[in-house]
């Protein structure tokens, strides 16, 4: 498989303050990038998409950052709520020599929302 | 819309007998879609690729006698885990991309968690 069998990183944020949940992608030739929001027990859930060629994205209480020169994503969420907490992952995708796409995720995140 | 269902969600077998699992894009069609294992504490592994009328292409490792996967219809994918035996024990989860879409979101299913006695 393309992703890798790690231990889930841990976030834990405040009620209320922003949170921020880094990732570092792969594939210089990666051009659409997906953030994924999984609860216990549950498939992902889409949250945010960019291309490459934005840098920025804004959603409802959402942001996804790009940065192509660093391979660095990053997903903002604002006034984080209980019901934020989750696993968050984040997708690359690129098209391969034969010409299909291809996602690869990242090894997701943790976010913890204490009361 | 966008909505894709498993089912079931839950199954616990027997060793040595197969299970078969469905995924279905609800109000769209899919041209493609995708079947991944995710163990606990875990990201996503893709284990195949499912084109509407083609046979599946299956990542590095994946067994294709073990996983069998058929895509009969543009809404309709399945699984069958043949001889299953403890290991396979895994939530397997299902995504499809839209019709004309080539390299749309994926909408991921809700999972189905797999229990190999």
């Known amino acids: 498989g393309e992703s890798v069998g790690l231990h889930l990183p841990t976030l834990s944020v405040q009620e209320g303050d922003n949170s921020i949940i880094n990732c570092a992608y792969s594939?210089?030739?990666?051009?659409?990038f997906i953030w994924y929001k999984q609860e216990s027990g549950k498939g992902p859930q889409f949250i945010i998409d960019?291309?490459?060629?934005?840098d920025k994205r804004q959603g409802q209480r959402v942001t996804v950052l790009l940065n192509k020169t660093v391979k660095h994503l990053s997903l903002q969420i604002a006034a984080t709520q209980p019901g934020d907490s989750a696993v968050y992952f984040c997708?690359?995708?690129?098209?391969?020599?034969?010409?299909?796409?291809?996602?690869?995720f990242g090894t997701g995140t943790r976010l913890k929302v204490l009361a | 819309g966008a909505v894709v269902s498993q089912h079931p969600s839950w199954v616990i077998c027997k060793s040595g007998t197969s299970v078969k699992i469905e995924c279905r894009s609800l109000d769209f069609q899919a041209t493609t879609m995708f079947w991944y294992r995710q163990f606990p504490k875990q990201s996503l592994m893709l284990m195949a690729t499912?084109?509407?009328?083609?046979?599946?292409?299956?990542e590095q490792g994946v067994e294709k006698d073990k996983f069998l996967i058929n895509h009969a219809s543009l809404t309709l994918s399945t699984l069958t885990v043949t001889s299953a035996h403890p290991e396979d024990s895994s939530f397997y989860i299902c995504?499809?991309?839209?019709?004309?879409?080539?390299?749309?979101?994926?909408?991921f299913g809700p999972g189905t968690r797999l229990l190999v006695l």
């Open positions: 594939n210089s030739a990666s051009d659409y």
């Open positions: 997708a690359e995708n690129y098209r391969t020599t034969s010409g299909t796409y291809k996602y690869i």
């Open positions: 499912s084109n509407e009328g083609s046979k599946a292409t299956y």
């Open positions: 995504s499809a991309s839209r019709m004309g879409h080539q390299r749309g979101t994926q909408y």
């Open positions: 960019i291309r490459s060629n934005m």
